[in-house]
């Protein structure tokens, strides 16, 4: 069998990818502001049509102080937000006297075969300036053979004037196609503006 080397390294005279192929090109499937909102749920749009999601996060603040920003995931369109999960969880941290620096795996934060929410951001305060940004990849959701992945990393700003880096992943143990997310805090409602793109 012959081997053929390619020798030219310019892509300049393809002008268009086979539809098959990933770009990882981000198209904006919804938007969703809340404002004193009990919850953000996500209940259309996530089908078979992209092989992942992101969920964006930005300047999430909630109403009451020390509470836990986080999701869950459905399997009937939104009447139950009970998927059993199993996940990882760590943080690094910095305070803006640069005392407190950590970098740890946090064992209250994860989940082993659990249906309860996913803690995403820890012990936000309620304060003007106490927000919270980042995003959730959940990866093949549609799939009916395996299970279903995902992947977030936010910043927050903790009482204490303090950063904290949180990077959580898992995966939904289940084969049934997910097909609704919704967001929420531990207590209270919350504002802020939660974006939904399907990735290509």
């Given at each position: 069998m012959a081997l053929t080397k390619i020798s030219n390294n310019s892509l300049s005279a393809i002008s268009s990818l086979p539809a098959s192929i990933p770009t990882g090109a981000l198209t904006l499937l919804s938007t969703q502001t809340a404002s004193s909102s009990a919850?953000?749920?996500?209940?259309?749009?996530?089908?078979?049509?992209?092989?992942?999601?992101?969920?964006?996060?930005?300047?999430?603040?909630?109403?009451?102080?020390?509470?836990?920003?986080?999701?869950?995931?459905?399997?009937?369109?939104?009447?139950?937000?009970?998927?059993?999960?199993?996940?990882?969880?760590?943080?690094?941290?910095?305070?803006?006297?640069?005392?407190?620096?950590?970098?740890?795996?946090?064992?209250?934060?994860?989940?082993?075969?659990?249906?309860?929410?996913?803690?995403?951001?820890?012990?936000?305060?309620?304060?003007?300036?106490?927000n919270l940004a980042g995003s959730l990849q959940l990866f093949n959701p549609s799939s009916t053979t395996f299970v279903k992945h995902f992947i977030s990393t936010i910043n927050e700003?903790?009482?204490?004037?303090?950063?904290?880096?949180?990077?959580?992943a898992g995966y939904a143990n289940t084969t049934s196609a997910i097909d609704a997310v919704q967001f929420k805090m531990s207590s209270g409602n919350f504002d802020g503006i939660i974006k939904m793109y399907g990735v290509s």
């Open positions: 919850s953000i749920s996500f209940t259309s749009g996530i089908d078979s049509t992209y092989s992942s999601y992101i969920f964006k996060f930005i300047d999430i603040n909630p109403a009451t102080d020390d509470v836990i920003f986080g999701f869950n995931l459905s399997i009937d369109n939104g009447s139950n937000y009970n998927v059993t999960k199993t996940t990882t969880s760590f943080r690094a941290q910095n305070r803006e006297d640069d005392t407190g620096s950590q970098l740890a795996y946090r064992t209250a934060e994860d989940l082993a075969q659990s249906t309860s929410d996913q803690k995403l951001g820890q012990a936000l305060g309620n304060e003007n300036d106490e700003y903790q009482p204490a004037n303090r950063t904290n880096n949180q990077f959580i």
